[in-house]
């Protein structure tokens, strides 16, 4: 299973282009922390902080949703294995448990067989790719939630609870 997760973090994952403004409205290609990222209006410091989120709304609120073949996909080129990582001196926390509780949650959901995984019956890199479509599936349900929000009301996210509100708005808790 290690060997899962070491392959799994290399991997980049990938949203629909349709949440492109999504990304460009709530958080920074490269980064951006404190009085620079309010002077933005960005909530999230980092793309993958916005992915992040929205991967665990969608999980919390089972909105498994696959991106369609249909729609184009795109990144922001950072490996997950580097998500939090600190290359500065800054305040930001190492992501590293938070990788692996992910993973964890991939693995709970995703239909892996993993006695045929252990017994070499299922190829590794299959396992990652059912693995990281689950993560892509989890995250698009959790843009599309966000995007449903802004629909209703664009002034949403403008409070500085919005995000913490949104997931218990969502009960997610209950579940």
């Given at each position: 299973?290690n060997?899962?997760?070491?392959k799994w973090?290399t991997?980049?994952?990938?949203?629909s282009?349709?949440h492109k403004d999504?990304?460009a409205?709530l958080s920074?290609?490269f980064?951006?922390?404190?009085e620079?990222?309010?002077?933005l209006?960005k909530?999230f410091?980092?793309?993958y902080?916005?992915?992040t989120?929205?991967?665990?709304?969608?999980?919390y609120n089972n909105?498994?949703?696959?991106?369609?073949?249909?729609?184009?996909k795109t990144?922001?080129?950072?490996h997950?294995?580097?998500?939090?990582?600190k290359?500065?001196?800054?305040?930001r926390?190492d992501?590293?448990?938070?990788q692996?509780?992910?993973?964890i949650?991939?693995?709970?959901?995703?239909d892996?067989?993993?006695?045929?995984?252990?017994?070499g019956?299922l190829?590794?890199?299959?396992?990652?790719?059912l693995?990281?479509?689950?993560?892509?599936?989890?995250?698009?349900?959790?843009?599309i939630?966000?995007?449903?929000?802004l629909e209703?009301n664009?002034?949403?996210?403008l409070q500085p609870?919005?995000f913490?509100?949104?997931?218990?708005?969502k009960?997610?808790f209950s579940?």
């Amino acid at each position: 299973m290690n060997n899962l997760f070491e392959k799994w973090k290399t991997k980049i994952p990938k949203y629909s282009e349709v949440h492109k403004d999504l990304f460009a409205s709530l958080s920074q290609k490269f980064g951006v922390e404190g009085e620079k990222k309010i002077n933005l209006g960005k909530h999230f410091s980092i793309n993958y902080e916005l992915y992040t989120y929205a991967f665990f709304l969608g999980l919390y609120n089972n909105e498994f949703s696959p991106i369609p073949d249909n729609e184009k996909k795109t990144d922001f080129s950072h490996h997950i294995q580097h998500w939090g990582s600190k290359t500065t001196i800054s305040s930001r926390k190492d992501f590293t448990n938070l990788q692996e509780n992910i993973f964890i949650a991939l693995v709970a959901k995703t239909d892996l067989d993993l006695i045929d995984l252990e017994k070499g019956e299922l190829d590794e890199d299959k396992a990652v790719k059912l693995i990281l479509k689950t993560m892509e599936s989890y995250t698009n349900g959790g843009l599309i939630l966000i995007k449903e929000k802004l629909e209703e009301n664009p002034n949403y996210f403008l409070q500085p609870t919005s995000f913490l509100n949104l997931i218990l708005e969502k009960n997610v808790f209950s579940h």
